[in-house]
């Protein structure tokens, strides 16, 4: 019988894959355009991880937003993508090493509902398994890896923050800011800005709720 569990194998995503054309995780772009798009400049190389068959990319690149590189570790999504956006740069890498990108080379990278199916076997949000923080540590280095010293890091998940502001707080190079957005029920857009620091206020605040997220492994 299926589970969530599947959500973390990378063979359900491929068989899923050769199927679905366009199937959007957590929230469409209209949801949270008004949030992403001051973000952005016509001229950002962007990077969009773990994108899946989500339209997120392609309503960029329609809004003028041209430099556009996409990564998943499904080759069969990738294969597909190619064929049907020839006009966006698609990769098959994991997102948890980047290891085909160059480094300092992208001034913004999007993460919708990828952490979330990465955790998707955590027992109890309180308690993260030292494996859970381990990849929160490698998805967040490589994303810095990749970002320019200025960049930004956005995040877009379900999950509530005091659980996702400590993990995104076990980085302290980046400012870790918080919008919510949805009108039934309420998505989070986690923007966390390189070369700076979280405000003390946030590290107060989020550093007592979880704070296991935080934890050293
Ligand atoms: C829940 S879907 C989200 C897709 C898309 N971001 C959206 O919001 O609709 C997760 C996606 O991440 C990909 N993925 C999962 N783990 C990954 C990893 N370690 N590296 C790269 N891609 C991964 C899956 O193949 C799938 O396309």
Request: proline fraction near 4%; charged fraction near 25%.
């Amino acid at each position: 019988m299926e589970n969530n569990s599947q959500y973390a194998r990378k063979d359900y995503w491929d068989e899923r894959f050769k199927t679905e054309t366009n199937f959007e995780w957590i929230a469409s772009f209209d949801a949270f355009q008004a949030l992403i798009l001051p973000l952005l400049k016509p001229e950002f190389r962007i990077l969009h991880i773990g994108c899946g068959s989500s339209d997120l990319s392609v309503r960029l690149y329609e809004m003028g937003f041209e430099n556009i590189t996409n990564v998943d570790y499904s080759e069969v999504l990738i294969n597909s993508m190619k064929l049907s956006h020839p006009e966006m740069t698609w990769v098959v890498d994991d997102i948890r090493s980047l290891s085909s990108l160059d480094p300092e080379s992208y001034d913004v990278v999007i993460e919708k509902a990828t952490i979330e199916a990465l955790l998707v076997n955590e027992k109890s949000p309180w308690c993260p398994s030292d494996e859970a923080l381990k990849m929160l540590d490698s998805v967040f280095d490589a994303a810095q890896r990749v970002l320019k010293s200025n960049g930004t890091f956005v995040s877009i998940s379900f999950t509530q923050p005091h659980f996702r502001v400590p993990a995104l707080l076990r980085s302290e190079d980046w400012e870790v800011e918080v919008q919510e957005f949805g009108e039934t029920f309420h998505y989070f857009f986690y923007t966390c800005k390189l070369g700076k620091c979280s405000s003390d206020e946030i590290k107060l605040r989020y550093s007592t709720i979880a704070s296991d997220w935080l934890r050293v492994v």
